[in-house]
C-alpha cells in the first residue's frame, strides 16, 4: 500500500553531515507515524528516531540525541533526517518506515513498511 524510498546516504568524514530523505508513494502518507531505523555490519537493527504524523513530536535514541533531526513535509510525502556531527559508529545502512499506531513506537515490529535502505559510511 505504501512503498518508501530512501536517498541521501553516502560517505562522510567524522564530524560531517548528511541529510536523508524518504519519499512515500500514495496519498495517506500524513495518516503514518514515520520512522528511521539503522543496521550496521554484523548488528541488529536498531531504533534511530520516530516522527508523528504532523512532525510536531519526536523520540530519538540516545546515541543521536543532539545530532540528528527528523522532520517531514507531508505536502511532499517525505520524510528527512538531518544528520550532524557523524562519527564512525553512525557508519550502517539506514531505513525509513510506516506505523499505522497512534503512538510513536520505537520497535520495528510496529512498522509495516520499510524502505530498502540507504547506505551511510562514516570514515574516522
Known amino acids: 500500500q505504501v512503498r518508501l524510498v530512501e536517498s541521501g546516504g553516502g560517505l562522510v568524514q567524522a564530524g560531517g553531515s548528511l541529510r536523508l530523505s524518504c519519499a512515500a508513494s500514495?496519498?495517506?502518507?500524513?495518516?503514518?507515524?514515520m520512522g528511521w531505523f539503522r543496521q550496521a555490519p554484523g548488528k541488529e537493527r536498531e531504533f534511530v528516531t520516530v516522527i508523528n504524523r504532523s512532525g510536531g513530536s519526536i523520540i530519538y535514541a540516545d546515541s543521536v540525541k543532539g545530532r540528528f533531526t527528523a522532520s517531514r513535509d507531508n505536502a511532499k510525502n517525505t520524510m528527512y533526517l538531518q544528520m550532524n556531527n557523524l562519527k564512525p559508529e553512525d557508519t550502517a545502512v539506514y531505513y525509513c518506515?510506516?506505523?499505522?499506531?497512534?503512538?510513536?513506537?520505537?520497535?520495528?515490529?510496529?512498522?509495516?513498511?520499510w524502505g530498502q535502505g540507504t547506505q551511510v559510511t562514516v570514515s574516522a
Open positions: 500514495g496519498r495517506t502518507f500524513s495518516t503514518y507515524v
Open positions: 518506515a510506516a506505523s499505522s499506531r497512534v503512538s510513536l513506537p520505537r520497535n520495528q515490529d510496529a512498522y509495516n513498511y
